[in-house]
């Protein structure tokens, strides 16, 4: 049985994506494994960590938080309460809108996340950025910017 019909993906492009799909996957894994292994912080966790690093006072809007680091707004909640158990992070309520939080990083999570940045920057290095070339990493740029694009742009029917 054949999954291609005509309107379909042809047999090469159903192949890339499935390539790019194991590759998202294998890079994954083998970050989540070195975070676990060395600092027992899950990636989710390192992500979250490190987007609110990022942000100005350490502190993001729950929902945005969610955005950043693609998950659904009960899958951060979840992680959000795994991170403050462990003191890695806070909420605070919005003082303007009183249905508004805000995750903050601690002092704690800064340190965790300090000690375990070498780790996910040589594992980002070894499975993904030391197999490709200069040029070669400026041609995925441009491949992945032009796709970000496309899916952000507003089309009729596709569900934001």
């Known amino acids: 049985m054949t999954l291609l019909r005509d309107e379909s993906l042809t047999a090469g492009e159903l192949e890339v994506w499935r390539m790019l799909q194991r590759a998202q996957v294998r890079v994954t894994r083998h970050l989540e494994s070195e975070l676990l292994v060395a600092h027992a912080l ?38 959000i309460d795994r991170l403050q158990r462990d003191g890695l992070a806070i909420r605070e309520a ?7 939080l805000f995750a903050v990083l601690t002092d704690r999570g800064a340190a965790r996340l300090a ?33 970000e694009d496309g899916l952000s742009a507003p089309r009729p029917g596709r569900i934001p």
Do not use: K, W
């Open 94 to 100: 919005c003082a303007d809108d009183a249905r508004g």
């Open 42 to 79: 899950p990636l989710a966790s390192y992500e979250v960590l490190a987007q609110l690093a990022e942000a100005p006072h350490r502190r993001l809007r729950m929902n945005d938080l969610a955005e950043r680091v693609l998950l659904s707004r009960s899958g951060l909640t979840r992680l």
């Open 115 to 147: 000690e375990a940045t070498p780790t996910y920057l040589r594992g980002i290095r070894r499975q993904f950025v030391d197999l490709l070339g200069a040029g070669e990493m400026a041609q995925v740029r441009r491949l992945l910017a032009r796709l």
